[in-house]
């Protein structure tokens, strides 16, 4: 071969070998976290702000979104069979992060990251176990309150005022039906919300039977002989038997709750407390203000119920992925970032950090002052073993609304479940 | 021919009975085994529980025999429903349909061949009672009292489940009882009608007992298909409403999905002896015994 085409073949490829290198393939592999979610978690604010990471970082987020009736089932499944996802979402709670996701096995501790400090205590306390960190929870959980939110035009036209007694509620729903009226939206089908029915009215129990979520933990109650719980059930039986919730209540989503709500042929929704701002952004003929708000009032309750647990951010311990996680999670904390969520999203008021302006408006201000002294926490929070048996409930429930239990068989129900993840657990309560 | 009546060696099997004896047996085994303990995702501990699993599965408290019951049902009205349409469509499409055969072969085993995610979804849209296409329909021809909850009432949730999962079906098992009647020969008829046979006894005393062995394969294949039901539940009631559609395999999803190792096991234990037990019964049952024994 002569010298030229020598040199020339060597220059060629010299040439092709810089040219390649450059080109993507040879670059390092882009980082795509993968993220498994509840359809209802995830907020369109965390959609961009995920693409604004991915234009800052590089890292892309691959939400993985499951729907909520089979959410469970399938988040364990995989992290039972080790193959989740490098961020997961879950319901924050202490005995949630122990049974349903064995946080100390499954995710990764979070203490020594730089926006766990400034997290609210009382939320954070929901995802702490052994005095360790383990979630992020990216949700208003302080603002965002159950309760039972009312069409005011359908009230003042049939002058029906806010109930205070189940009596009153269920004297108020007859006349709203006798007049046409369905009196309330229930979507069963989805299988969690109509048991919010039950352990939100916590605050109600205690306050009748005080003491009552403790002597529930040391074993030494059951649900099952509780009276109170045994009125809250029987009535919440009585109002679907009436037809309040309408005849199409087993195959109502909740994913329909502002078009079911936006023609005024319901009268009312429990829902959280921001329903009405939700669906003046799905409908905006529709002002949040011609909606009112008032607290369930089955079992007579009018005590308000605060749930400091909430839809809570986890980084897998197998992720092959944890620092890039850990870098988005305090991506998602960063002031700017935080009030781009909050303004985004019409459902909540306020988030668990400081240094953001909430939203509150001058009428739930008002709700929430005038409970200021009647509030407790609910029950699937205060009493353990309660909230991983969620979905479980909601069956045991559909089975009692649609006759195939009675409220007493429900109530032992949740007894035995919560006596089965107790020994599970070895709580020394129980095995003793 | 010289290789009639040599036996080969012992040893010949043994890579193949090592193979299935590592990747089948053992770990069959082993499953059983479990069944025996509180295995669960909420402790590191197995201890060993005796039947405690098992009186558990049987004990009228819990919701369990609900789902045999279930799974029976489902599988008798299947086996019932998808043998009675299948054979019908497979004797039209052999003798009665003479134009389009091909197109309308095609037309019924579709919806085999749809994922059942997608029938599922399908179906819950259809099915919904107050939006659903079928309610509809029901309501503009004035079927009002026919309207019914057809998902979510849990009297009937289970017959529609079985609905749907008969009309997804019915073309696969058509088309094996299909290949069975061409196997007949014409010639049989032909002698059957000569004799005075009319097309009741043509198809009673010709068609049934030469498919006999078409009709044990779709059994056999619908008895395990039925025991072993799982997606199209799922996928359409979730088990719901309340318990009334739990089959077994969706309770050992549940028990597996919430970390009950050793329930799951114990119930996925039973469903094996119920398949074994079932399969070798239907064999037995439906095969010919050869005559002169």
Redesign the interface.
């Known amino acids: 071969m002569s010298r030229p085409l020598l040199m020339t073949l060597i220059s060629a490829t010299a040439v092709a070998v810089i040219a390649l290198a450059a080109t993507p393939s040879f670059a390092a592999p882009k980082v795509t976290l993968t993220y498994q979610v509840d359809a209802n978690w995830l907020k369109e604010g965390e959609r961009t702000l995920a693409k604004k990471f991915e234009e800052q970082t590089g890292i892309a987020i691959d939400f993985q979104i499951v729907p909520s009736?089979?959410y469970?089932?399938?988040l364990?499944?995989k992290?039972?069979s080790g193959e989740a996802t490098d961020l997961f979402g879950g319901q924050s709670g202490v005995t949630d992060l122990k049974?349903n996701y064995?946080v100390a096995k499954n995710a990764v501790d979070l203490t020594d990251e730089p926006w766990a400090k400034l997290e609210d205590p009382l939320v954070a306390s929901q995802s702490t176990v052994d005095g360790k960190l383990y979630g992020l929870t990216y949700w208003d959980t302080l603002g965002y309150v159950w309760v039972v939110n009312y069409n005011k035009a359908i009230f003042k036209q049939y002058g029906l005022t806010p109930p205070t007694t189940y009596a009153e509620f269920k004297t108020l729903s007859q006349k709203l039906l006798d007049n046409g009226i369905q009196p309330l939206y229930e979507p069963?089908?989805d299988?969690w919300h109509h048991v919010l029915w039950f352990p939100e009215l916590g605050p109600r129990f205690e306050q009748v039977t005080p003491g009552l979520a403790a002597e529930l933990n040391a074993n030494k109650a059951k649900f099952a002989d509780n009276p109170t719980m045994l009125t809250d059930l029987t009535q919440l039986k009585e109002i679907y038997d009436l037809g309040f919730f309408g005849?199409?209540a087993?195959?109502?989503t909740f994913a329909d709750r502002t078009k079911a709500m936006s023609d005024g042929k319901i009268a009312m929704f429990m829902a959280q407390s921001a329903f009405p701002q939700d669906l003046h952004h799905d409908y905006p003929n529709i002002n949040a203000d011609d909606f009112g708000a008032f607290v369930m009032p089955l079992a007579d309750n009018q005590m308000l119920n605060i749930n400091p647990a909430g839809p809570t951010h986890f980084i897998y311990s197998g992720s092959q992925h944890i620092a890039e996680a850990k870098q988005y999670l305090d991506f998602l904390t960063q002031p700017e970032n935080l009030q781009a969520y909050l303004d985004s999203e019409p459902q909540f008021f306020t988030l668990p950090f400081p240094g953001i302006k909430s939203k509150f408006t001058p009428e739930l201000q008002a709700f929430m002052d005038a409970h200021k002294d009647a509030r407790g926490v609910v029950y699937q929070t205060e009493v353990n073993y309660v909230n991983p048996q969620w979905m479980d409930i909601g069956?045991?429930l559909?089975?009692?609304l649609?006759?195939?239990?009675t409220p007493a068989e429900v109530l032992a129900n949740v007894d035995?479940r919560r006596g089965e993840?107790a020994e599970?657990?070895?709580d020394p309560a129980w095995t003793k | 021919m010289q290789n009639v009546g040599i036996r080969y060696p012992l040893y010949f099997a043994i890579p193949a009975l090592l193979l299935y004896g590592m990747f089948y047996i053992v770990p069959s085994l082993g499953g059983i085994a479990y069944a025996f303990t509180?295995w669960?995702?909420?402790?590191d501990e197995v201890n060993f529980v005796g039947l405690k699993n098992f009186i558990k599965l049987f004990s009228p408290?819990e919701h369990y025999l609900g789902y045999f019951w279930n799974t029976f049902l489902f599988t008798l009205v299947t086996i019932i429903l998808k043998t009675i349409f299948g054979l019908g469509l497979a004797l039209l499409l052999n003798e009665g349909v003479k134009r389009f055969v091909n197109v309308y072969r095609v037309l019924i085993y579709i919806p085999a061949v749809l994922p059942f995610i997608v029938v599922g979804l399908i179906f819950r849209s259809i099915l919904?009672?107050?939006t659903g296409l079928l309610n509809t329909f029901l309501r503009a021809i004035g079927l009002n009292a026919v309207a019914m909850?057809w998902?979510?009432?849990?009297r009937i949730a289970l017959y529609s489940v079985i609905f749907v999962d008969t009309w997804k079906g019915v073309g696969y098992i058509m088309v094996i009882l299909l290949a069975g009647l061409q196997t007949i020969p014409r010639d049989y008829y032909e002698a059957a009608e000569m004799d005075g046979a009319n097309a009741w006894w043509q198809f009673r005393y010709v068609t049934v007992p030469l498919l006999m062995p078409a009709i044990m394969i779709v059994t056999v294949l619908n008895v395990l298909y039925g025991i072993r039901v799982f997606d199209i539940v799922y996928a359409m009631t979730?088990?719901?409403?309340?318990?009334?559609t739990e089959v077994l395999q969706t309770g050992i999803?549940?028990a597996?999905?919430?970390?009950?190792y050793g329930l799951g096991t114990a119930l996925n234990s039973v469903l094996f002896v119920i398949l074994i037990a079932a399969g070798y019964g239907v064999i037995r049952l439906l095969d010919p015994k050869p005559v002169g024994e």
């Open positions: 009736d089979q469970f089932n399938v364990k499944t992290l039972n049974l064995n069963i089908s299988g005849q199409n087993l195959s109502d069956k045991d559909t089975a009692m649609t006759g195939q239990q035995k993840l599970a657990a070895k | 509180d669960s995702s909420y402790s408290g919904n009672p107050a909850q998902l979510v009432d849990p979730n088990g719901g409403p309340g318990y009334a999803f549940k597996f999905s919430q970390g009950q």
